[in-house]
T-cell receptor
Framework: GDSVTQMEGPVTLSEEAFLTINCTYTATGYPSLFWYVQYPGEGLQLLLK?????DKGSNKGFEATYRKETTSFHLEKGSVQVSDSAVYFCALSEPGANSKLTFGKGITLSVRP | ETGVTQSPTHLIKTRGQQVTLRCSSQ?????VSWYQQALGQGPQFIFQYYREEENGRGNFPPRFSGLQFPNYSSELNVNALELDDSALYLC???????????FGSGTRLTVV
């Protein structure tokens, strides 16, 4: 079955540091890939997405490239801010009638001033 | 767009009771999914509805059931509550699921 593996956390960075959060996936078909962010006490917000190989999703300074050859979708940001502190989830969705989201376990990012 | 609204935000129930959680989706979002998020874990897929018909189900027992209504609202019902059902329940809707879902803020259910 489908699965998403995220690097172990939590991650603590200083403001303006470079961020990389690793995500790899296993899927039977050609999934769409997503990063969702969850702020304390809130639901999930779509951060960015990519629907085919070599696509780059980007939003709010975050980027991730759909790498089919390495089945990866790593999240990067050049300079993190305190307001980026949240839980980040990598997810995939297979095409078809039941296009459920399969999530990784999530990783907590804390950015200190 | 009004977003996805879930109610109630918090709920405490006793083991063995039944609970109904509600979700109001965005207009035009024909697909609605429900997820269970245990503390410190990623959301787990419960089931999905498309135009009022269930079209996918995760690894959850039959005491988890749902409904979707023509006005883009939906319900998650859980019978015979167990302590392990304590979690954040998330509703998500989409017009085209390959482009992503819009999530509500969730209902925090505590079973005691």
């Amino acid at each position: 079955g489908d699965s998403v593996t995220q690097m172990e956390g939590p991650v603590t960075l200083s403001e303006e540091a470079f961020l990389t959060i690793n995500c790899t996936y296993t899927a039977t078909g050609y999934p769409s890939l997503f990063w969702y962010v969850q702020y304390p006490g809130e639901g999930l917000q779509l951060l960015l997405k990519a629907t085919k190989a070599d696509d780059k999703g980007s939003n709010k300074g975050f980027e991730a490239t759909y790498r089919k050859e390495t089945t990866s979708f790593h999240l990067e940001k050049g300079s993190v801010q305190v307001s980026d502190s949240a839980v980040y989830f990598c997810a995939l969705s297979e095409p078809g009638a039941n296009s459920k989201l399969t999530f990784g376990k999530g990783i907590t990012l804390s950015v200190r001033p | 767009e009004t977003g996805v609204t879930q109610s109630p935000t918090h709920l405490i129930k006793t083991r063995g009771q039944q609970v109904t959680l509600r979700c109001s989706s965005q207009s035009g979002h024909n697909t609605v999914s429900w997820y269970q998020q245990a503390l410190g874990q990623g959301p787990q897929f419960i089931f999905q509805y498309y135009r009022e018909e269930e079209n996918g189900r995760g690894n959850f027992p039959p005491r988890f059931s749902g409904l979707q209504f023509p006005n883009y609202s939906s319900e998650l019902n859980v019978n015979a509550l167990e302590l392990d059902d304590s979690a954040l329940y998330l509703c998500a809707s989409s017009m085209d699921s390959l482009w992503g879902y819009t999530f509500g803020s969730g209902t925090r259910l505590t079973v005691v």
